[in-house]
């Protein structure tokens, strides 16, 4: 009998352990709970090791042969025989019996029906509603019905139902009848063989961080949103400007922003190093003065490079963590001690870049805290034969580590499910 | 060192003037002529590099688009289809100006030219069975300038009052031998300059002999051999012996004459009857090389 | 019959496309044109099925094919489908220019016409693999894939240089975590792979093919032996080599200088009143992985514990976990920024000098010992191995994989794959991970015999002059050279055409790419464009089927809009692109040419994204040479993630 598993979270480990666990046979319902695919990478833009698009899946054999890597918009997940995505989808309870493991979730209506749609993208004209878009960092907007991003899987747009004006414009124009004011939320519950947490982590939003002014100034930024700056579909076209719209001249990074700190996160999110160093060099390449404030380079070694880049690139290094940050006639001002020289120094910047800690999103959902240890990561084999994690669920990590693990226990459910021979 | 190299380790010790003009091969001397290569329709498959034993050929990384701009289509007779699209497509392309060959760039199969080395040759003519696209062929002519290069003239040397030539002659162990016999039997006087070595057959002279001779400072070489059409080793057929030998002294003395030993050699031919000939012959060449005065190597070797 | 069906995706693309101008234009050239509103939908897709039989060949003019070429596909009866991506390519981004849309639309669908006449059915490649699993080293993770194919029911030999012993994979390993958590993994793989077959060979020699590999021993009894596979994992594990600062700090003349793991060694012998005070040297130069700096960490945990005094002399400390790094420093442990600088061998202890970058100062401490940081590089005869398999090592002699990002343990051969340490050195979860990994796709490829189809480089031996170029193009090891011919593999074929570039003879062309059909093509493109749009100037983007294309889709969907007059045309890699084409181009009236491709080592196929940039120099400098400017030609890659690359290409012409 064919075996069914739940696969939580459809980012890039959540994907990658869906389309193996698929290809070998096994039927998963991928529950996400925004309404497209790809996780943190659809904030990302380009990613190391190889400097190539966050979207970039390795494709899946039934469709592809599993030779190529495909976008995200031409992977044709939702093709999948066996697969079944629930996007916009919470998780409600998860309760075991009999062998098998009882999900119960909760899709919110999209609102637009997703075997009707043609995503010619002209509802999206006719809507009046402009509201600000969750992805644009400089003012940029969206329509109350959107695409979150141009390679959001499922392709078929979404109503923001808080902000729709039912003013039936979108109804009106689309010819297909894609688009449904009345769909409702549906429920229902998923009984499987065995559930997977690939959760993920997002990067923490340092609002109460002390001594760093995030809140109080739009040019303290953390570095996924300087991800988006950069992104040239995103808001500002690629362009780094401040929260006053003049091009930036100088950036300062700071490290560690609350990381690997006791009163803090205690752990060290391993990614951010080496996706300072990256952003750093795009910065370079933009002739923007970049100084990166750190107390130990922690960078992978297939990202070695991008060190090496920076320091060929001009990228200016000050070991130390600024003390704090603060807005001085507007502009933000990083205060720190240069231990190499002992100088305590004032940094006026146009930016200034926090690398934030990665921290897990299993945490934030009361059904799952069963499954979490320290710090709120899980391991990766929660209950044997039931429970598993797999990706940043299970600790901060890059997308190569994430992948392969994803891949591995693709294989440990499978021949856990399917019994050893 | 192997022979060819060799040999022209010798040529090069024996020069004295530096050569000017290619010398031509007559049709009956193998083993020297030159390669001419048409860049157009060569694949690079290296096929004649493979063959070439001697490793007188090399793939060089440049493209020779003067050829490839030259070529006329199909005349040529293109095999390479590709080669054909893409001679005819940049002919198409072609603007006022010189054209350049340009280097291929390192990591891209499938391009470049032949590099022919003319010291190396010895054209076999393995190299030109070995190409598909025949873009190779054999002309009858030896690169003496750029194989011996520039060459230092040795200082001149005084010429002691009682010089007399030294001549090495080499003659046939067949008829010349034997007029050189009857000459004795008929006490014919012929000057004393000369030490002859018998071999089998001229045939078997050998252009290291000749050359060893001249770099040891003889003053002229002297071959004799059958009559013409009466090799013992081949009679009248084209291969025989003597025929081989004229061509081939024809051969080495123009190569002589290029590098200033011009004339200090000759072949003559002398039946077992013939012993008058025989001294006759010696006198002529004697009194040549005594107009032409010492061998120029001589200087060479005293300053040694 | 030809048939062409156009898409209007609900009517919005015939705001932006003039349809009935464009069915006028084409009907001499289809023999029938048929306009639907929404062919992706369940409706449309059964009208293709219904309309379309196994004789036609079709051109549908709609959405992109990366989106609908799939589903569409499997709906069409004929193989002969070409698709003209006309929303993406033409209309979202030409939305201010109706006539030149619809221009622009009738030259790509007439196009597509030619090409499907020139279309062949894909070739389907069918590779069976054979069930063994040849395992290289069998260390920890060696074992691990062990156990796992075994729990498979996969049979699996395991090489090994040297003569087994348990207790040295937890000596070779010790780095990876600690000894407790060690030795309880190895005796569980242990046991768990009993029934493995196990060799204690040097490999010499690897022929066959991924699913039927011959792999060539020596043995240790001087034997020689062939083994048959159908894949191999290389689980080869790493040695600790001194570092490169380790001779100026007397390593091996001073018994005092010594390497990270004896003293490891060193301290579980220590009895309580030998204490010691201890220098440990991180050499500044050496990439610390997070591997190498918790072992670090965790010795010298252990050593503060025991009573000695450890100074540890670094710039960078890497660990995955911070709290190991919080319980050195609790132990004791001092920690200095720095680098040591100098050592003296006294009689009084070792003498060493270092500048302590926190303090701005020189220091100099009087130690009994010198550890130094070992680095952790691969094992000795993995670059013999590696040219073995015809693998590639990165500048530390590590194997490197396919694509670093998303094929973690996929190598540049079909078949082999490579897990832990041989890649890079790995904590041991990471390693596990790896291991796991690879035995997933090891199982995936023997589990279904794969049924691949595509079109694949076809031979005439009649004009192969067997220079071997496309032998030494193809990046995939699916062309050799076999009994004097040129021999394809299709099981390893990627289909992806660069051998094609590189043959001077045309003694191998590609199906349903032949060079005739590529002249054919771009001179009825100019052609067309011509008839249509007179005198203004056009520009051909070669564009690839992966990135690239996908980034042109992308400037469609962001609305990143470009003149018309631009047309993309498709092949399967940029490493297909070979100067005759792109001299064609220009000779038929191309004012640019652009040939992209993926991003610098992201090719889909390895290196069709070099070879584009070398066949573009190379083309570029015959242009210069023959009095062309040598910008109408150029060479960029273009990705997903910079939709406006495009924009940016096509737009500064002129």
Request: proline share 4%; glycine share 8%.
């Amino acid at each position: 009998m064919t075996k069914t598993v739940v696969v939580i979270g459809a980012g890039l480990a959540g994907i990658q352990v869906t389309q193996q666990l698929t290809d070998l046979g096994v039927t998963v319902h991928l529950i996400e709970k925004e309404s497209i695919i790809g996780g943190l990478a659809t904030h990302l833009g380009r990613v190391f090791p190889t400097g190539d698009c966050a979207l970039c899946l390795d494709a899946c054999e039934e469709l592809f042969d599993g030779h190529h890597r495909r976008c995200q918009y031409r992977s044709l997940l939702t093709s999948k025989k066996n697969l079944k995505l629930y996007t916009q989808t919470e998780i409600k309870s998860i309760t075991e019996a009999d062998g098998k493991i009882s999900v119960s979730i909760k899709s919110h209506p999209r609102y637009v029906l997703l075997d009707r749609c043609v995503v010619c993208l002209e509802c999206i004209n006719v809507c009046d509603v402009e509201i600000p878009d969750e992805y644009a960092i400089r003012g940029g907007t969206r329509k109350a019905i959107y695409r979150p991003i141009s390679q959001g899987v499922p392709l078929a747009p979404l109503i923001d139902m808080d902000h729709c004006t039912q003013c039936g414009k979108c109804v009106e124009v689309c010819g297909v009848d894609a688009i449904d004011l009345e769909d409702k939320a549906k429920t229902r519950t998923i009984k499987a063989d065995a559930l997977i947490l690939a959760t993920g982590v997002e990067e923490k939003i340092p609002l109460n961080l002390a001594g760093y002014a995030y809140s109080e100034s739009d040019d303290i930024i953390t570095q996924r949103e300087l991800a988006r700056l950069i992104d040239p579909a995103g808001d500002t076209n690629g362009q780094v400007i401040t929260s006053s719209g003049d091009d930036a001249a100088k950036v300062t990074m700071v490290l560690c922003a609350g990381s690997r700190d006791l009163e803090a996160t205690e752990y060290c999110s391993q990614a951010c190093c080496t996706y300072s160093l990256k952003h750093a060099n795009m910065l370079r390449d933009k002739e923007i003065d970049v100084t990166i404030c750190y107390m130990d380079l922690r960078v992978q070694k297939a990202s070695n490079h991008y060190l090496d880049l920076a320091r060929k690139k001009g990228v200016k290094f000050l070991r130390g963590k600024p003390d704090k940050v603060i807005v001085r006639d507007g502009k933000p001002t990083a205060i720190v001690e240069d231990t190499q020289t002992q100088q305590r120094m004032e940094i006026e910047s146009d930016l200034v870049v926090l690398a934030s800690p990665l921290s897990p999103l299993a945490s934030q959902s009361e059904v799952l805290a069963d499954f979490l240890g320290e710090y709120g990561f899980a391991s990766r084999v929660i209950k044997e034969g039931r429970v598993y994690a797999c990706g940043t669920a299970t600790g901060p990590e890059d997308i190569p580590t994430s992948i392969a693990e994803a891949n591995a226990i693709a294989l440990r459910v499978y021949a856990d499910l399917e019994g050893g021979r | 060192m192997d022979k060819r190299d060799q040999l022209i380790q010798k040529i090069r010790n024996i020069a004295v003037k530096t050569p000017e003009n290619d010398v031509v091969v007559p049709e009956k001397v193998e083993g020297f002529g030159t390669i001419e290569y048409s860049a157009q329709t060569c694949s690079a498959c290296k096929k004649c590099i493979l063959a070439c034993e001697p490793a007188a050929l090399d793939l060089d990384p440049t493209m020779n688009l003067p050829d490839y701009l030259t070529a006329t289509i199909p005349h040529d007779g293109f095999r390479s289809k590709n080669r054909e699209s893409l001679v005819t497509l940049l002919q198409g392309l072609k603007q006022e100006g010189d054209v350049m060959a340009i280097s291929v760039p390192d990591g891209l199969p499938g391009y470049g030219s032949i590099a022919w080395s003319a010291d190396r040759c010895i054209a076999c003519n393995k190299c030109i069975e070995a190409c598909l696209e025949d873009c190779l062929t054999l002309e009858k002519t030896y690169k003496l300038p750029e194989i011996i290069g520039e060459v230092k003239s040795p200082p001149p040397i005084t010429v002691s009052k009682d010089w007399e030539p030294f001549i090495l002659c080499f003659v046939c162990w067949e008829c010349s031998h034997a007029a050189a016999d009857l000459a004795g039997l008929m006490h014919l006087h012929y000057p004393t300059n000369i030490r002859t070595i018998r071999i089998p057959c001229l045939g078997a002279v050998e252009p290291m002999h000749i050359m060893t001779a001249l770099e040891n400072g003889v003053d002229g070489v002297l071959l004799t051999g059958c009559l013409l059409s009466e090799c013992h080793y081949g009679g009248d057929s084209p291969k025989a012996g003597n025929f081989m030998q004229y061509d081939f002294v024809k051969f080495w003395m123009d190569v002589l004459e290029e590098i200033g030993m011009g004339g200090r050699i000759h072949i003559d031919s002398a039946s077992a009857a013939m012993g008058i000939k025989f001294a006759d012959i010696v006198k002529e060449f004697t009194e040549k090389i005594q107009n032409l005065g010492p061998s120029p190597i001589r200087g060479k070797l005293e300053v040694r | 019959m030809k048939k062409l069906f156009l898409c209007t995706c609900n009517k919005t693309l015939d705001k932006k496309l003039d349809f009935p101008r464009i069915e006028k234009e084409l009907k001499g050239v289809f023999d029938s044109v048929q306009i639907h509103d929404a062919l992706c939908l369940k409706e449309g897709l059964a009208f293709l099925e219904s309309e379309v039989s196994n004789e036609d060949s079709v051109v549908i003019g709609a959405c992109t094919s990366q989106i609908i070429g799939i589903p569409m596909s499997e709906k069409l009866k004929t193989e002969s489908v070409s698709f003209v991506p006309l929303r993406e390519h033409v209309a979202w981004v030409h939305s201010d220019d109706l006539k030149g849309a619809s221009n622009k639309a009738t030259v790509l669908l007439r196009d597509a016409a030619i090409r499907v006449d020139h279309m062949e059915p894909p070739t389907v490649v069918e590779n069976h693999m054979e069930k063994e699993v040849l395992i290289i080293g069998g260390g920890m993770c060696g074992l691990k894939v062990a156990a796992d194919l075994l729990n498979l029911g996969i049979d699996v030999t395991i090489l090994e240089p040297c003569p087994w012993d348990d207790a040295s994979y937890v000596e070779a390993g010790q780095f990876m975590a600690d000894k407790e958590t060690l030795t309880k993994m190895v005796k569980e793989l242990v046991s768990a792979t009993a029934s493995a077959t196990t060799i204690c060979c040097t490999i010499t020699g690897l022929d066959g093919r991924s699913g039927k590999y011959g792999v060539s021993l020596a043995c240790q009894d001087g034997k020689i032996s062939t083994i048959d596979c159908g894949s191999i994992v290389i689980a080869t594990n790493v040695e600790q080599k001194p570092p490169p600062m380790a001779k100026k700090l007397l390593y091996g003349k001073s018994d005092r200088t010594i390497l990270l793991g004896d003293f490891a060694t060193l301290l579980e012998k220590q009895e309580p009143k030998d204490v010691r005070t201890v220098l440990v040297a991180v050499d500044p130069t050496h990439h610390l992985s997070a591997v190498e700096g918790g072992y670090l960490l965790r010795v010298v945990t252990e050593a503060a514990k025991n009573g000695n005094t450890v100074i540890v002399a670094h710039s960078n400390i890497r660990t995955e976990d911070e709290n190991i790094y919080r319980a050195a420093r609790k132990s004791g442990v001092i920690f200095v920024r720095g680098a040591l600088e100098k050592i003296k061998d006294t009689k009084e202890g070792m003498v060493c000098r270092l500048e302590n970058t926190l303090e701005s100062k020189i220091r100099e401490f009087t130690v009994d010992l010198v550890v130094l940081q070992t680095m952790t590089r691969p094992r000795g005869d993995t670059a013999e191995l590696a040219r073995i398999a015809g693998l590639s090592l990165d500048e530390d002699g590590f194997i490197t994989t396919r694509y670093s990002k998303n094929k973690p343990v996929q190598t540049s051969k079909k078949g082999i794959y490579i897990a832990g340490n041989g890649k890079m050195p790995m904590s041991i979860d990471d390693a596990i991970a790896s291991a796991g990994n690879a035995v997933l796709e090891v199982f995936k490829d023997i589990r279904a015999s794969t049924r691949r189809k595509g079109w694949i480089p076809i031979i005439d031996e009649e004009q192969c002059d067997v220079c071997e170029a496309c032998i030494e193009a193809c990046p995939n090891d699916a062309l050799r050279l076999v009994d004097g011919k040129v021999t394809h593999i299709s099981q390893h074929c990627e289909f992806c055409g660069i051998c094609v570039s590189a043959c001077p003879t045309r003694a191998i062309e590609f199906q349903s790419h032949s060079k005739e059909s590529w002249f054919a093509r771009l001179e009825a493109l100019a052609e067309n464009h011509k008839k249509m749009e007179g005198t203004k100037p056009f520009t051909f983007v070669y564009a690839c089927s992966e990135c690239a294309n996908a980034s042109i889709d992308l400037a469609g969907f962001t609305g990143k809009g470009y003149p018309t007059g631009t047309y993309v045309i498709q092949f399967p890699c940029a490493g297909m692109v070979s100067p005759i084409e792109i001299l064609k181009g220009l000779a038929v009236g191309a004012d640019r040419i652009v040939v992209a491709h993926c991003p610098p080592g992201g090719c889909h196929h390895q290196t069709g994204d070099h070879m584009a940039e070398l066949v573009v120099k190379f083309t570029q400098d015959m242009l210069r040479s023959i009095g062309q400017d040598p910008e109408r030609v150029r060479a960029t890659y273009m990705i997903a993630a910079l939709p406006n690359k495009m924009q940016e290409e096509v737009a500064h012409r002129g």
